[in-house]
């Protein structure tokens, strides 16, 4: 078990970088999905990608409560409806916004031993799959914002996701 320090939007230009496809799954791709797995947790986030850590590997780890997911090269392959709540990000402390996201959305990408993998996610899930596969090409967030959530809304911000 190891906690890696997570990136802070600002402080390096890291999380504006596209990350690469992973080719080989190795040891060392297990260890960095444990890594994250176990930096995301101890963060209360409810996810985590590569870059935040980083590592420019397309990676992603979730878990909005229904268990650990973790996605190599994750890719929508399609997303429906929309959705404007406010979601935070581990990498940008103190702050939450409203973003429009799909409803539902399922998601393709590999596990830690290359095999073909789908995920199918409606609400907090499908918010939080977006947000972490925007992660990989640099794509932060409050690029997204449509509104920062003030005092008024901070009842149902404390609902809302941190990834
Ligand atoms: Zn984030």
């Not at 402080?11 to 970088?17: H, M, P, T, V």
């Not at 609400?123 to 967030?141: F, K």
């Amino acid at each position: 078990m190891a906690i890696r320090k997570i990136v802070e939007l600002g402080r390096d230009d890291i999380l504006r970088k596209h990350s690469r496809k992973v080719e080989k799954f190795d040891r060392r791709l297990g260890q960095l999905l444990d890594d994250m797995a176990d930096t995301m947790y101890e963060a209360d986030g409810v996810g985590l990608a590569a870059p935040q850590v980083g590592v420019l590997k397309r990676c992603i780890v979730l878990d909005v409560g229904e268990g650990l997911i973790e996605m190599v090269n994750p890719e929508i392959l399609w997303a429906e409806g929309e959705v404007v709540e406010p979601e935070g990000c581990l990498s940008v402390p103190g702050r939450r916004g409203t973003v429009a996201r799909p409803e539902r959305v399922r998601a393709h990408g590999q596990d830690r031993k290359g095999k073909h993998i789908e995920v199918e996610g409606e609400g907090l899930l499908a918010r939080c799959l977006c947000h972490e596969i925007d992660h990989l090409d640099g794509i932060v967030y409050v690029d997204k914002m449509i509104e920062d959530v003030t005092d008024k809304l901070e009842e149902e911000a404390r609902e809302a996701a941190e990834g």
